[in-house]
């Protein structure tokens, strides 16, 4: 009679970790880590052995010293007494809003030349192809400053608003000037505003001093929060959120009934009307630009760097997104098209409803790339003269403190956040609008 039995477990031996499979891959990994980690820390040494004989050491004290320089377009106040820190943040906002700005401008352009490529007019398809091309295979550097150009030569100059007889006129009711400095349009003011609310005291900033009342001034906060801004987002956000609320329920009635309700006009109430409310209650204007010795005083004044580097940045950036529509929409069945033509709904309707809703998680993903470069390239924004984050932090700050690794980390870290903030969002979204299949 036989028995069955095991087979001895073969012990371990070093020489598995390099024959064995079961071991290999990890070997090679725990090797590569160790050889990166030898890698970092030689260069780290390396560095500080070079600031060290250079006699320089490594901190970011030097933020709060006094910045000492002036800031053209700013959304904050700031003046050339404010700390470094300011200096960084006031950067931070410009560059934020280039590329918000630019994001959604790209997008409405790029979208509406990608359909337009499309056309079945030769002419419109032609021009539209001919956009496309001139503007991505130009640097974009060079649109930049090709915007700034046109910008300063052809625009009228302030004094051509004086006079009699002016030569130029402001437009939209006296309320709007196109000059070659810039835009001038209405400032939104509030004869009842809630003030700022001032964060992490800003000590070069001589209102932070305490005053004589143990307080400080309403502008020495380094980060500031517009209280009446924060109002009226809280107010549109709860406005926006009962609105969804309202959807929502129209779809279940839907969904139970078969008939939907009608809640068009009452979801616009739920959204107009607490805004309008709020800003009522506000004090809500509008203050107008005017004419006052050689330049125009009041309302919110729009550099012409910051308008140069709006417009070529979206420009640029939405001949690219134009292609990714156009490569989006083609990747749709034409079937679906027909069959959409044969329920009887008309073209415009059948690409917003059927097309565009199916193209976007071929659209999505390469769109956020171009996000991240129009961001990305809003840095070259110092070549018109524009003050964004690489401008200040990256630019003056470094130069007058001599902090190049400190300056240039927190350039990278910045970016990097943006960055990955984008693509965070973005990426939510296509979460939200990908197609269930079922």
């Known amino acids: 009679m036989t028995s069955l039995t095991d087979p001895p477990k073969e012990s371990f031996r070093l020489g598995m970790l390099i024959y064995d499979t079961r071991y290999r891959s990890l070997t090679i990994q725990i090797v590569a880590l160790i050889g990166f980690m030898i890698f970092a820390a030689w260069l780290i040494n390396n560095t500080l052995y070079n600031l060290a004989e250079q006699g320089k050491t490594i901190g970011f004290g030097f933020l709060s010293d006094t910045a000492g320089y002036d800031i053209n377009q700013r959304l904050l106040d700031y003046n050339s007494q404010s700390s470094h820190w300011r200096a960084a943040?006031?950067?931070?906002?410009?560059t934020l809003l280039v590329a918000f700005l630019g994001c959604i401008?790209?997008?409405?352009?790029?979208?509406?030349?990608?359909?337009?490529?499309?056309?079945?007019?030769?002419?419109i398809a032609r021009l539209m192809t001919v956009y496309v091309e001139m503007f991505r295979n130009v640097p974009v550097l060079l649109w930049i400053v090709f915007t700034m150009a046109i910008m300063i030569e052809t625009l009228p100059a302030p004094r051509a608003f004086k006079g009699d007889d002016p030569q130029a006129s402001m437009v939209l009711f006296d309320s709007v000037a196109f000059t070659n400095r810039g835009v001038y349009i209405p400032e939104p003011l509030f004869s009842r505003g809630l003030g700022d609310m001032p964060i992490l005291p800003d000590a070069a900033n001589p209102d932070c001093q305490l005053n004589e009342a143990g307080e400080v001034g309403d502008s020495c906060g380094i980060f500031q929060i517009n209280i009446d801004l924060l109002f009226l987002v809280l107010v549109l956000g709860a406005s926006l959120f009962v609105s969804g609320r309202i959807r929502k329920r129209a779809d279940r009635i839907q969904n139970e009934t078969g008939d939907r309700p009608n809640t068009m006009y009452l979801r616009l109430g739920v959204v107009i009307l607490p805004f309008v409310a709020a800003l009522i209650a506000l004090g809500f204007h509008l203050g107008y630009p005017e004419l006052k010795g050689f330049n125009f005083k009041g309302g919110t004044y729009l550099r012409n760097s910051l308008i140069a580097l709006w417009l070529a940045l979206s420009l640029y950036t939405a001949a690219f997104i134009a292609e990714i529509v156009r490569a989006g929409i083609l990747a749709i069945s034409k079937g679906q098209t027909e069959a959409a033509s044969a329920l009887g709904l008309r073209p415009n309707r059948i690409m917003s409803l059927v097309i565009l809703p199916q193209a976007l998680r071929v659209i999505i993903p390469p769109l956020i790339s171009n996000y991240l470069n129009l961001t990305k390239n809003s840095s070259l924004a110092i070549a018109v003269g524009y003050m964004d984050i690489t401008g200040t932090l990256g630019g003056i700050t470094?130069?007058?403190?001599?902090?190049?690794?400190?300056?240039?980390l927190m350039l990278m870290l910045v970016y990097l956040v943006i960055s990955l903030s984008i693509s965070a969002v973005m990426n939510w979204y296509n979460e939200r609008v990908k197609l269930v299949e079922r």
């Open 89 to 94: 943040f006031v950067g931070l906002l410009n």
């Open 398 to 408: 470094m130069n007058q403190t001599g902090k190049e690794l400190e300056c240039v």
């Open 105 to 123: 401008t790209a997008t409405i352009i790029g979208v509406f030349v990608g359909i337009l490529r499309l056309s079945n007019n030769w002419l």
